[in-house]
């Protein structure tokens, strides 16, 4: 921690603070050119490429799902109901990939390997060449599904599955849902609670402007891996990664992203593990997301990012950037579940709580840290938050398991809290604050158990 403590230098230690406003940008359009950053971009960016899994394929213009029929007949295109024969099974091949129905599991293949426009797509035996292979496209949200023997895209005309000369035509488009064995484990809530003051979080949930770093809007609803390990919540060993992947702009999650536990770092514009208060995350929740299986190595820029209720499973920060993850939703009733994983080499926060709702923190195990939770301490809204903090193993150095806000009515609940180490004990359990809006810093009130903000006793805490 001394080296990066040192190359970052002091920082405030009372949340995420509020971000430096804009006061003004002027945008000059240039023919065939684009502002970026906190300008107005003239393009997106093109879709990432899609990885091995197990997918539903949705067709971007009518939203109709890509349906196995039986033996060699044509797939035809039929409402989602999430049924086994609209799932299909991506595998690497020839520079694209195999389309194998998980009913029945032939492959998806031009008829006769014709390169004729208009000639059938079939189910058939897998392993018969090119015209077996479908090179994916980025199209705007979607993906063209080019035919790597023809040169022709995967169509539906009269309900059934063919191919036909790409164009821009949407309905040559799919979107890539991916399928896994994990849903959401909230709702999104409806409404939100008066703030306790402003209007404006310190740090916006409209990542356009808290951050340099453009995104990269997925359509996939998740990254799968054949080498997806178990997602057990014993406190074991850190994991090894399977894989390693840099990360130049945010991706984007809704749905259930698994990461197969490959190791995820930021270049470019995420390419800092400083404390640089508008760093863009690696990731990015919506509402209700999941996110599972993922190691974040260094540089991790502002880690996670969840603009609502959401789930982090079995996710590990090697080396905390700014924060490892942040939670931003505005509802009184958004949950969000840590459970798993683990996080080290924090300078300062771990889990930055700076919107509303409830956080809790399961089967977790932290190293080398500031915090390993804290609700904002100057955030230009403030919220009434909660967390409950139960099986963590803490090992220090470090500062404080957890900090809160007395005066917005902020709660921590603790239990099974195991301290290990022989600087474990110079820990601070909980702390309170009294927090403001200001951008000041918070000042400490207290600490230890009070039964009213630090809700634990003695038999909570044990220390190894």
């Not at 799902?65 to 033996?71: E, H, I, P, R, W």
């Not at 306790?196 to 402007?209: G, H, L, M, V, W």
């Not at 926060?349 to 923190?361: E, P, R």
Request: hydrophobic share 30%.
């Amino acid at each position: 921690m001394g080296k990066r403590a040192a190359r970052r230098g002091a920082r405030r230690g009372g949340g995420k603070r509020r971000r430096s406003v804009l006061i003004g940008v002027v945008a000059v359009a240039l023919a065939g050119g684009a502002v970026t950053g906190w300008a107005l971009v003239s393009s997106s960016a093109s879709e990432p490429e899609p990885e091995a899994g197990t997918y539903r394929l949705v067709n971007a213009s009518d939203g109709m799902c890509l349906t196995a029929s039986s033996s060699d007949t044509q797939p035809a295109a039929a409402a989602c109901d999430g049924a086994a024969a609209q799932q299909w099974q991506l595998a690497e091949s020839g520079g694209g990939f195999t389309v194998k129905a998980v009913a029945g599991g032939r492959c998806a293949g031009v008829e006769s390997t014709s390169t004729s426009a208009g000639k059938a797509v079939r189910q058939q035996t897998c392993g018969k060449g090119p015209s077996q292979v479908w090179k994916p496209r980025p199209a705007g949200k979607a993906y063209d599904l080019v035919n790597a023997a023809s040169g022709q895209c995967l169509n539906v005309r009269g309900g059934l599955a063919q191919q036909n000369p790409c164009d821009q035509a949407s309905r040559k488009s799919w979107k890539l849902m991916a399928v896994t064995g994990s849903s959401p484990s909230s709702t999104k809530a409806p409404s939100s609670p008066s703030p306790a003051t402003r209007s404006a979080t310190s740090s916006s949930a409209s990542p356009s402007k808290s951050k340099a770093a453009s995104k990269s809007k997925n359509p996939k609803a998740s990254d799968p891996s054949s080498r997806t390990p178990s997602t057990s919540t014993a406190l074991g060993a850190w994991p090894t990664a399977t894989a390693g992947r840099t990360v130049s702009a945010t991706i984007e999650v809704s749905g259930s992203y698994d990461g197969g536990l490959r190791r995820y770092s930021g270049s470019g514009a995420l390419g800092s593990d400083g404390q640089d208060e508008d760093q863009g995350p690696l990731f990015e929740l919506a509402d209700g997301a999941v996110l599972q299986n993922v190691i974040l190595g260094s540089p991790a820029a502002d880690g996670v990012h969840c603009l609502g209720s959401c789930t982090l499973r079995n996710v590990w920060w090697e080396d905390v950037g700014e924060d490892a993850a942040t939670f931003k939703g505005t509802s009184a009733s958004a949950r969000y579940l840590v459970v798993g994983g683990g996080a080290r080499n924090a300078d300062d926060k771990v889990l930055q709580h700076n919107g509303a709702g409830t956080l809790t923190i399961k089967n977790f195990q932290v190293e080398n840290f500031g915090k390993l939770y804290r609700s904002c301490g100057n955030c230009e809204t403030q919220y009434e938050r909660h967390v409950v903090v139960s099986n963590v193993r803490v090992t220090g150095p470090g500062k404080a398991l957890v900090g809160v806000n007395v005066n917005y009515g902020d709660t921590a609940t603790l239990s099974g809290i195991t301290f290990v180490g022989g600087s474990a004990k110079e820990i601070s359990v909980c702390r309170r604050f009294q927090g403001n809006d200001t951008g000041d810093e918070p000042t400490t009130v207290g600490s230890g158990p009070d039964g009213t903000h630090c809700r634990y006793t003695p038999s909570d805490i044990t220390y190894g």
